[in-house]
């Protein structure tokens, strides 16, 4: 299905029954990532799975920027009217939960973020580089994207009043010190540090954290 939205279509897909959960994917892929986890949360929940603007089957664009995804975001609850939906984000899409959670804040009811970074700076120094030489060697515009934003200060984290968890690996691409930047300046926010995970190895083709979603949302009001 597809939703007008700040200009673009944007192209979603849904499943399921009860509190609506929204799955944001990361840099460079779909909805698909979530082929095993969307179908473990069905039964719980009104699963929502969105294709970023200019990935998937959404409207190509030349030019990105973290606001104007969060903006989508926000245009998509507001246009279907979804009551304090969860939001579940997986790096770029964490990036845009926070960002939903700090300008849009009676938007959601809850977010859970994996493997997301608050600044450039914040990717291992290794990962950070081999972004710059795939940038160099492509010039993708998406990866181009990750090489100049986000830039997500203390103080906006701590603006946040959301429920949040606050998820990585511990051999992620995001560093392990921005991952507990982010948790730390989040109002009660709780943290989770999967020993021997990667950036995608829990989340990418995976129903590893249905449970986790789950225990969460029944910690979130809803109203």
């Known amino acids: 299905m597809f939703l007008q939205v700040n ?21 460079g892929q779909d909805h698909t990532i979530f082929d095993k986890l969307a179908p473990a949360l069905a039964d719980h929940f009104t699963v929502y799975l969105l294709d970023s603007r200019g990935h998937g089957q959404s409207s190509p664009v030349s030019v990105y920027h973290y606001a104007e995804m969060a903006q989508d ?10 009551k304090q939906p969860i939001i579940y984000g997986f790096s770029d899409g964490g990036i845009l939960a926070l960002l939903l959670a700090i300008h849009y804040p009676l938007l959601a009811g809850g977010i859970v973020i994996s493997g997301a970074n608050t600044c450039p700076a914040g990717l291992r120094a290794g990962r950070h580089l081999k ?14 994207l990750m090489l100049q934003e986000p830039h997500i200060t203390a103080q906006q984290l701590s603006s946040i009043q959301l429920p949040c968890l606050v998820l990585a690996g511990s051999n992620d691409l995001v560093s392990e010190r ?25 989340v990418v083709h995976q129903d590893f954290l249905a449970p986790v979603i789950r225990r969460f949302a029944e910690c979130c009001p809803f109203m």
């Open 7 to 27: 200009h673009i279509r944007l192209y979603y897909e849904v499943c399921g029954t009860g509190r609506p959960l929204i799955l944001l994917h990361g840099n």
């Open 73 to 82: 975001v926000a245009c998509f609850i507001q246009r279907l009217h979804l």
């Open 131 to 144: 972004f710059w030489w795939r940038w160099l060697t492509s010039r993708e515009p998406r990866i181009w």
């Open 178 to 202: 921005n991952t507990s930047f982010i948790a730390a300046h989040i109002k009660n926010a709780r943290l989770c540090i999967y020993p021997g995970h990667t950036h995608t190895s829990y």
